[in-house]
């Protein structure tokens, strides 16, 4: 079990939480982790990069002259890949690069990442995050009294929450994210992840304690 501070906004430490990162994984299979992220990766990528074949380029198809007498190298037709302006000999094209690991192991891996998080000291817990509208100054020094200024950070909320998404979205190398949507990449990528008191009992109610289940709770999604 592990105790984590509680903080206000201003810094101050109100109380504490108790969280069993055993509970959400009683192992880190940094394979699967590993697995799992490159899978993200891959399901961004776009896969539109496209050249062009000997085929697909401008020019004739006849032999620029003939192959003896001329005491020039051999040479075919002016869209051969070995002349400038020539298509390519392997032409790239467009391909879907996306793919799908079980879902069981996706959740999994995302419940290793964040109990990895709490047995780093890599999680800061604030009481209440909540803005009336959006305030982008006012979340910059919320995290620089919580000394997350100049760290990648992850803001998470138990709940879709606008007026923290939009007094976030502009501070850099900070992303917000609710309880519900997180994933192992979203949760590694960042240095430190910030989550309310809320999302923290959030966290424990979607993985119950003594259970061994690995399906339920946490994103699977890409």
Do not use: C, W
Not at 16 to 45: C, G, T, W
Not at 137 to 143: D, I, Q, T
Not at 151 to 172: C, E, F, G, P
Request: aromatic share 4%; glycine share 8%; no cysteine.
């Amino acid at each position: 079990m592990t105790t984590l501070p509680v903080f206000d906004r201003s810094g101050a430490e109100v109380g504490s939480i108790e969280i069993d990162p055993a509970q959400f994984a009683p192992r880190i299979n940094k394979q699967l982790l590993h697995d799992v992220v490159v899978m993200y990766q891959a399901n961004q990528r776009q896969g539109s990069a496209k050249t062009k074949s000997r085929g697909e380029v401008n020019g004739s198809t006849h032999k620029l002259y003939r192959q003896k007498g001329t005491g020039n190298a051999r040479a075919g037709a002016r869209r051969t890949n070995v002349r400038r302006g020539g298509g390519n000999a392997f032409p790239k094209r467009p391909r879907d690069y996306s793919y799908r690991l079980p879902r069981k192991a996706v959740r999994a891996a995302t419940r290793m990442a964040i109990a990895s998080k709490i047995l780093d000291s890599q999680v800061v817990v604030v009481d209440e995050l909540a803005f009336e509208k959006p305030a982008t100054g006012e979340m910059a020094k919320v995290l620089q009294a919580l000394g997350l200024g100049g760290y990648s950070t992850l803001v998470t909320t138990a709940d879709y929450d606008l007026n923290v998404y939009k007094s976030t979205r502009n501070i850099d190398r900070v992303t917000v994210s609710h309880v519900a949507e997180l994933n192992a990449l979203s949760v590694l990528k960042p240095r430190r992840m910030l989550l309310t008191r809320a999302a923290v009992e959030s966290l424990k109610q979607r993985v119950p304690s003594g259970t061994s289940d690995t399906t339920g709770g946490l994103s699977a999604g890409a």
